[in-house]
């Protein structure tokens, strides 16, 4: 049987992955840029994995707790576009695919 996942099924299931947010792993609005970027890439069924979609990305706050993680050879988000996908939340805030 399938199930459709909502945008709000989508959130909670990789939010009670990461303790409900407490661990600071995902925001809100940054799963629903995820989200809203499944929703347009996908043309046909999706299985639904929370595990593998939460292990696949990781949110940031800014270009620097970017650099902590990996380097300050990063100088800016398009760096970081030639080597992976990133989706913007807002001003400072992105998403970056880790299988890069």
């Known amino acids: 049987m399938k199930h459709t996942v909502t945008k709000w099924e989508f959130i909670d299931s990789i939010m009670r992955i990461h303790d409900n947010g407490k661990n600071e792993s995902f925001t809100t609005e940054g799963l629903e840029v995820l989200w809203d970027w ?7 069924n999706m299985e639904f ?3 593998d979609i939460s292990a696949q990305w990781c949110e940031y706050k800014n270009l620097k707790e970017f650099q902590n993680d990996y380097t300050d050879e990063y100088e ?8 992976s996908i990133v989706l913007k939340i807002d001003d400072e805030s992105f998403l970056v695919n880790t299988e890069f």
């Open 49 to 51: 994995y929370p595990a």
């Open 76 to 83: 800016d988000l398009d760096d970081i576009r030639n080597r």
């Open 38 to 44: 499944y929703d347009d890439i996908e043309y046909g």
